[in-house]
């Protein structure tokens, strides 16, 4: 049910009740120097995340352990849907996964309403 990394994200921030805003709000993606210090962060975009959802691409090592320390869950379970430490998980009931899709559905639809909106020259 949750086969690729890009669901299991959506499922987590949904699951938790958070928007995409809220992951680009509150994801900070540590940047490091040649000698492995954290010198900074940098923050991800919707498109990042949108992307990453919907498996249009794959995410790199930072972004993927900072989504899983934010949500506080093992990479293993991101990166390969089994769970060996965290949080833990079991397979998500028809109601939770039924959830998902109905929020989703109504994310896109307030994606382009805003789309169609900015078109218009509304905002």
């Known amino acids: 049910m949750l086969n690729t990394i890009g669901q299991r994200v959506r499922f987590l921030r949904v699951k938790d009740s958070k928007t995409v805003e809220n992951l680009v709000d509150d994801l900070d993606i540590p940047i490091y120097s040649e000698q492995g210090e954290i010198i900074g962060y940098k923050k991800v975009t919707k498109g990042t995340i949108g992307n990453l959802e919907n498996d249009r691409n794959r995410p790199n090592l930072d972004l993927v ?49 805003e789309t169609i909106r900015k078109i218009r020259g509304e905002l």
Request: no cysteine; charged share 35%.
């Open 65 to 113: 352990t900072a989504i899983s320390d934010y949500f506080g869950v093992s990479l293993d379970w991101i990166v390969k849907g089994k769970e060996h430490e965290g949080r833990k998980l079991s397979d998500p009931t028809r109601e939770e996964v039924r959830h998902v899709l109905d929020s989703t559905k109504e994310e896109i639809i307030q994606e382009l309403q």
